[in-house]
């Protein structure tokens, strides 16, 4: 008996049309799978591109501030890498003021290269905060501090672009509380020329500190090209070198245009039981003379043409209602202005005293110089245009010669001093209690956050 063949060609074609579809649908969802995979993977490292970037941003932030405070961020975009297929930028803003600061900085990645909307943007924000240190109470330009008999520095750091030179007892901090001294060698050329002041070289016109007889420092001593130590402790002099800083500035010629009321010197003057009271944005023509126990109210900046001069317990007042802002007293004449006998300089109820500014120089554009170098500053330097003697309170109050010397005789409570040159001779202590507004601020990181 013959037996039929079964034909199963009808059926493998059927299971193949039947199963076909779901492979290819297989396929499909792994070659979807695997696009996603990468998309996730490149968007990844785009975004990844982009912190990298912010990061990058906040790190050049952080040191463009230290060097600046007052610098206010990039304004564009920074491009930080391209590779011709992927670019990377940065752009920083900074917000805040003196006390806190905010860096924000936006990291993006562009691709395509060409995209002008970025494929992935990351946002980091930097908290900052100022910390200062060696803000100075006593800082002189290229002439120095010179010190003799007993007097003392105590209660503020020192800064001296210049010399220093010590003799007798004079002396600077106390083993109780040292300072800190730092001494630039500023005084080069000698004899002076067109160049002067610059740095000295290593070996050229000696060291920069000399201290004899029993005088002696307390504190931290750096002082380029130093090398002798003796007479310093607590802990005395350390390796290295001091930069020059540049001394305070002031606009003067702002000042003269703001000037309101021009009186004579006799209607400003005062003696005996007098009181007085100089408005915000006088000028005063002549020599300013306050004696015997009279009192002056000052409610602003002032100007003088002449000299000032306060004597015997007489006193100028910082006015209350300047609340924090300091006034302002500029004297042009070549005997500048003088305090002596117990003459005071009055902070008002916040603590806030005076800035008196001397501005006489040796050269042709006194007193409206802008700048004095060369010999017109050698020759300027030693000229004193304010002097201390036997002075009572002027605690808070900044004492400024400009181009010249600042000379203090005998005890008293002063704020701080700037010159040229500052001396301090005879007895007596003189405690600084306030600060010239020089020295280093340093921005620091405080917080650190990523939106």
């Given amino acids: 008996m013959k037996r039929q063949k079964s034909n199963q060609n009808g059926s493998i074609i059927l299971v193949f049309l039947i199963v076909l579809p779901f492979l290819v649908l297989l396929?499909?969802?792994?070659?979807?799978?695997?696009?996603?995979s990468y998309q996730v993977a490149r968007l990844d490292q785009l975004h990844s591109s982009a912190q990298l970037a912010a990061d990058a941003g906040a790190d050049y932030s952080v040191e463009k501030l230290t060097q600046d405070e007052n610098w206010s961020g990039t304004g564009s975009e920074v491009q930080l890498h391209n590779d011709g297929k992927v670019k990377t930028t940065f752009q920083v803003s900074?917000?805040?003021?003196?006390?806190?600061?905010?860096?924000?900085?936006?990291?993006?990645?562009?691709?395509?290269?060409?995209?002008?909307?970025?494929?992935?943007?990351?946002?980091?924000?930097?908290?900052?905060?100022?910390?200062?240190?060696?803000?100075?109470?006593?800082?002189?330009?290229?002439?120095?501090?010179?010190?003799?008999?007993?007097?003392?520095?105590?209660?503020g750091d020192v800064f001296i672009n210049g010399e220093v030179s010590m003799s007798n007892s004079a002396q600077i901090g106390l083993s109780t509380n040292p300072v800190s001294v730092k001494v630039a060698h500023q005084i080069c050329p000698n004899p002076a020329d067109a160049t002067y002041p610059r740095v000295c070289n290593s070996g050229e016109n000696g060291q920069p500190i000399t201290i004899n007889n029993t005088a002696h420092i307390y504190g931290t001593?750096?002082?380029?090209?130093?090398?002798?130590?003796?007479?310093?402790?607590?802990p005395g002099l350390v390796a290295g070198?001091?930069?020059?800083?540049?001394?305070?500035?002031?606009?003067?010629?702002?000042?003269?245009a703001a000037v309101a009321t021009t009186i004579t010197a006799s209607a400003a003057s005062c003696s005996g039981s007098q009181t007085?009271?100089?408005?915000?944005?006088?000028?005063?023509?002549?020599?300013?003379?306050?004696s015997n126990s009279c009192k002056v109210t000052v409610n602003g900046n002032i100007w003088i043409t002449g000299k000032l001069s306060l004597s015997n317990s007489s006193q100028m007042i910082v006015a209350d209602a300047l609340g924090s802002t300091r006034p302002n007293i500029m004297v042009d004449d070549d005997d500048g202005a003088s305090f002596s006998n117990s003459s005071s300089m009055v902070p008002n109820a916040t603590g806030t005293g005076f800035e008196i500014y001397t501005f006489y120089s040796r050269a042709a554009c006194s007193p409206d110089c802008t700048t004095v170098t060369g010999t017109d500053l050698v020759n300027s330097r030693s000229v004193t245009t304010i002097s201390l003697n036997n002075s009572g309170n002027n605690t808070n109050s900044i004492f400024y010669a400009y181009w010249s010397q600042v000379k203090v005789q005998n005890s008293g409570q002063i704020g701080a001093i700037i010159g040229q040159t500052i001396s301090l001779t005879n007895t007596g202590t003189v405690t600084f209690g306030s600060s010239t507004?020089?020295?280093?601020?340093?921005?620091?990181?405080k917080g650190y956050r990523r939106q």
């Fill in 27 to 36: 396929a499909m969802y792994f070659m979807r799978l695997s696009l996603t």
């Fill in 276 to 290: 007085k009271t100089w408005a915000a944005n006088t000028k005063i023509t002549g020599d300013v003379s306050l």
């Fill in 94 to 155: 900074v917000s805040g003021d003196a006390t806190a600061k905010v860096i924000a900085v936006t990291g993006r990645t562009y691709w395509p290269l060409t995209s002008s909307t970025p494929a992935r943007k990351v946002a980091v924000y930097v908290d900052m905060r100022p910390v200062s240190s060696g803000l100075f109470s006593v800082i002189s330009g290229a002439g120095g501090l010179f010190m003799s008999n007993s007097s003392k520095v105590v209660g």
């Fill in 221 to 234: 001593v750096l002082a380029t090209n130093q090398t002798n130590g003796s007479k310093m402790s607590n």
């Fill in 241 to 256: 070198t001091v930069a020059p800083q540049a001394l305070p500035t002031y606009d003067r010629a702002a000042q003269k």
């Fill in 437 to 445: 507004g020089v020295g280093n601020t340093t921005w620091v990181v």
